[in-house]
């Protein structure tokens, strides 16, 4: 269960301090335990700007991963890095990115990297804020790796990657993380042409062994690689079937979409908890404590305060950091507002 009503959460990822994306690019002049300080130091930083923040619920910023997902592909074996990506200049879009031939066997004999992920933000979180893991899908992680004969569509190699999710949520939980977000973008970017049933049933199938064992929630959105959307946007054809989804809290971007199809949450509220992103990380607009109080407002006309949680449209990482600060910031003094106006506080 929630908390409290009208919890502030967030996504997971957070700004790379300018530092840490110096030190990034000069790894071959730092030794194993540098590397350790400079991990550790970054997530202190965007623990600290979550907690002064005042969130609720907290994640380590994912500041040892690239993006959300790329970097789990280091954990993989059976694969080759990386097929040169099909367009390298002119303006930034998905297809800049590389994808990965598949050479052998997928597996992940190491684990995909979240739990000392998790392990590190439980040693450097303070008492007080839930602390949530994130970790991608099965499907959406299968869209950087290239069919073979073995593997002949995107399909075959999600069904082998979703035992190695599932043993990284397995391991998690193991660990004491009580809230995990399964990222799964890409299911919500391409539910408008493929059967929505079908990915309900990989999710749930990725899940089960933890269903019962902490919070799971997982992130509709319409992607933002340098702050630029891929998908359809729109929810409409993910619903009634999303419902299904063996989640307690589903989680959707709406102010980037000026609050387009708001009453969708009004069917997930009737079954799940909804987390509505009210602050918009793809526009340097600095929502005020003002904006968030309205749109808050506008949340509980369609789902009551029990059931709603609010966070950013999506993860922090493609917005600067001072911007992400003072969003985070105006967001949770504005839920704090409508809250003490509910006699919620």
Known sequence: MKEHPLRTTVIGSYPFPGWLEFASAHLDRFGPDDIRETQDDAVVCAIHDQVTAGLDVITDGEQTRLDFNLSFYGFLSGIELEEAPRRRFGPPAHDQRGRHRIVGELGAPRGLGAV????????????????????????????RLIPNERYPDRWAITEALLPVVQRELVALADAGCREITVDEPSMSCYAHREDPRRFVDIFNRTVEPVADRCRLSTHLCFGNYKGHPVGKRRYAPMFPAFLELDVDEIHVEMANREFAEIGIIAQIARVKDVAVGIVDVKSYYIETAEDIIERVRLCLKYAPPERLSLAPDCGLSQTARWAAREKLRNMVEGVRAVRKELGLA
């Open 116 to 143: 000392e992920e998790f392990q590190r933000l439980q040693r450097l979180a303070p008492p007080g804020p839930t602390l949530k893991a994130s970790v991608p899908g099965p499907y959406t992680l299968s869209g």
